[in-house]
């Protein structure tokens, strides 16, 4: 089984390849998923963040204040870095738990949508690399569409990952998403078309 992951910059339609990648009956796992499974109330990584800040980032209720974590997030560095280094080791394994799951049930391909997976140094683990990429603008506008903010903050959150062209260049392919979403899919067919013929050709082997 080839493990493939599928990264790119904040806003550059990673979830929509994904879809795309699941409709073509490729399995695949959401890494932003898995952390806010992670951060629910009693699960490991709200255990961490209590444990580290106390009710500091909390809702009167127990959960996780999401907000809170963001504004912090995107302002204190320091605490960005802390945070992801409580958070990445437990979203790896379980992607790795579900690439063993799949390995299992006898699947040609697994997918994991990783948005910080070279900042994470997570890319040798996998065989291929997918990386989605749209123009500045478009990018800054997705963001801020769906975080309800400013364009300035939205040039923080996409500056505050690796630039978009170093995420393509150490890429094995390119998917743009800010054409015709027809085109965008044919594209990843394509590529999972060609990821298919190389697992068959090393089964034959």
């Known amino acids: 089984m080839l493990k493939v992951a599928v990264t790119g910059s904040i806003g550059s339609g990673k979830t ?10 490729v399995p695949w796992v959401s890494s932003d998923d898995i952390a806010r499974e992670l951060r629910e109330p009693g699960m490991p990584l709200w255990k961490l963040i209590r444990e580290r ?24 560095p320091f605490f960005r870095k802390e945070l992801e280094r409580m958070t990445h080791p437990l979203v790896f394994e379980k992607i790795k738990e579900k690439m063993d799951e799949w390995r299992n049930q006898g699947r040609d391909l697994g997918a994991a949508e990783v948005p910080l997976l070279y900042e994470a140094g997570w890319s ?23 975080r309800g ?20 260049k150490r890429s094995d392919y390119c998917v743009e ?13 394509k590529i999972l078309s060609e990821l298919r013929r190389k697992v068959n050709e090393d089964c034959r082997a």
């Open 177 to 189: 998403t800010d054409i015709p979403r027809e085109e965008t899919e044919r594209k990843v067919k």
């Open 149 to 168: 903010c400013s364009l300035e903050e939205a040039e923080k959150w996409v500056d505050m990952q690796f630039a978009q062209e170093e995420k393509v």
């Open 16 to 25: 929509e390849v994904c879809l795309f990648i699941s409709g073509c009956g």
């Open 53 to 76: 800040w106390g009710e500091k980032y909390f809702q009167n209720e127990g959960r996780v204040d999401k907000d809170k974590l963001s504004a912090d997030l995107l302002k204190d």
């Open 124 to 146: 040798r683990y996998f065989d291929r690399v997918i990386s989605t990429c749209a123009a500045r603008p478009v990018l800054l506008k997705r963001v801020a569409e769906k």
